[in-house]
């Protein structure tokens, strides 16, 4: 069926990438490794971006986003299909970062919204900065759930799990970064 999706001029982009995705995963799950050295170049794009929103710095993202896809290698044989590749991979990237931010510092701790710092105002007002930039500012423990939450799709629950918390304590948290967010992007760009 692969093949024939593959093969018809009439199937959609998106049909042809799931099918594709589908075909490479077999292919690599044989230990193909040019097929999964397609699948690196298929994500690799996404994969580095969640990594540097989330730890927010671009050489350990480099660094976390390789040790996702070595991971991913290494269990690509319990890779079932139920989903689709990308998603798996998203998942064990979103959980690579969260292992290493808990093991820099005691993350936990950073989640309760009472001990979340206020950002310091910027002096030069001219200065404009880029969505990316205003996320990488929040603390961690709020730019996590922010990320996957609004960003990666992520409910409450999944947070929740993925992160050791309430689901209360998702929802004050994003509540938290989007605050910082505005307050920061309003400071910094103001009309």
Known sequence: MTEAILADPQADEKARQRALERALVERAQNNDTLAYEQLYAMHIGRV???????????????DLAQESFVLAWRKLASFRGDSAFGSWLYRITTNTVLSYLRKQKPFRNMLDVDDIEEQGQTEDIGLRISLDDAIAGLPDGARAVFVLYSLEGYTHDEIGELLGIAQGSSKAQLHRARQLLQAKLKTDNPS
């Open 48 to 62: 580095f971006a969640l990594c540097v929103r989330l730890c927010s710095d671009r050489d350990m993202a480099e």
